[in-house]
C-alpha cells in the first residue's frame, strides 16, 4: 500500500474517531467524516465500504498497540495484563470518551471479548481454556468497570482497580495458570 493511501486512511480514521467524541455512531454520516478527514467520498469509499469498516480498523489498531505493549512489557500475568490494561486508558481517557459517547459500547465489548479470548490461547498453549460463557464473563465485567472508572474521573488507582479484579477473576482462572 503507498503512503498517500496509508496516510488517507489514518485521516478517515482519525475523523471518525473525532467525531465519536462528539456525536452518536448512528448519527455520523459518512459524508461527515469524509467532510473532517478532507477526503472526497470516493476515497473514503476506496478504503472503506461504511463507517462501521472504519470503527474496525480503529479497534482493531488499538487492540495491536495494546498487544505490542503487553508483548514489549512481557505481561504474562492476570495482574500484569490488567495492569496494562488500565494504565492504556488511564494514559487515553480520550479512548472511552469516544466509546461511551458515540454509544458503540457493545461494538467495543464483542472486540475486546474476541481479543480476551485470543489472549487466553496464547497464554494457555497447554491447557484447558476457559469456556466462551467464562471469558465473556471477564471480559464484560473488566469493561464495566472501565466504563465505571470512566465515569467516575479515574478516581480509584490502578492498583486497586487491578487487586480486585484480579482477586475475583482469578479465584476462577487459578486452574488455567494465568494468575501471578
Do not use: H
Request: a positive charge; glycine letters at 4%; hydrophobic letters at 40%.
Amino acid at each position: 500500500m503507498n503512503k498517500r493511501s496509508v496516510d488517507t486512511q489514518k485521516q478517515i480514521e482519525t475523523a471518525l474517531f473525532q467525531l465519536m467524541q462528539v456525536e452518536k455512531f448512528d448519527s455520523i454520516s459518512l459524508t461527515q467524516i469524509a467532510k473532517r478527514a478532507e477526503v472526497s467520498r470516493m476515497s473514503l469509499y476506496r478504503n472503506y465500504k461504511s463507517k462501521e469498516d472504519i470503527l474496525k480498523v480503529i479497534f482493531q489498531r488499538l487492540s495491536g498497540q495494546f498487544k505490542l505493549e503487553m508483548t514489549a512489557n512481557n505481561l504474562t500475568c492476570l495482574p500484569q495484563l490488567l495492569q496494562g490494561y488500565f494504565n492504556y486508558f488511564r494514559k487515553n481517557p480520550q479512548v472511552v470518551a469516544a466509546i461511551t459517547n458515540a454509544g458503540v459500547e457493545g461494538l467495543v465489548l464483542k472486540a475486546q471479548t474476541e481479543d480476551l479470548s485470543a489472549c487466553f490461547e496464547y497464554f494457555l498453549k497447554c491447557g484447558q481454556q476457559p469456556s466462551p460463557y467464562a471469558v465473556s464473563y471477564y471480559s464484560g465485567a473488566v469493561f464495566a468497570v472501565l466504563i465505571l472508572w470512566n465515569q467516575q474521573n479515574y478516581e480509584k488507582p490502578v492498583a486497586e482497580i487491578v487487586a480486585r479484579l484480579a482477586r475475583i477473576i482469578g479465584k476462577e482462572l487459578n486452574e488455567f495458570k494465568l494468575i501471578g
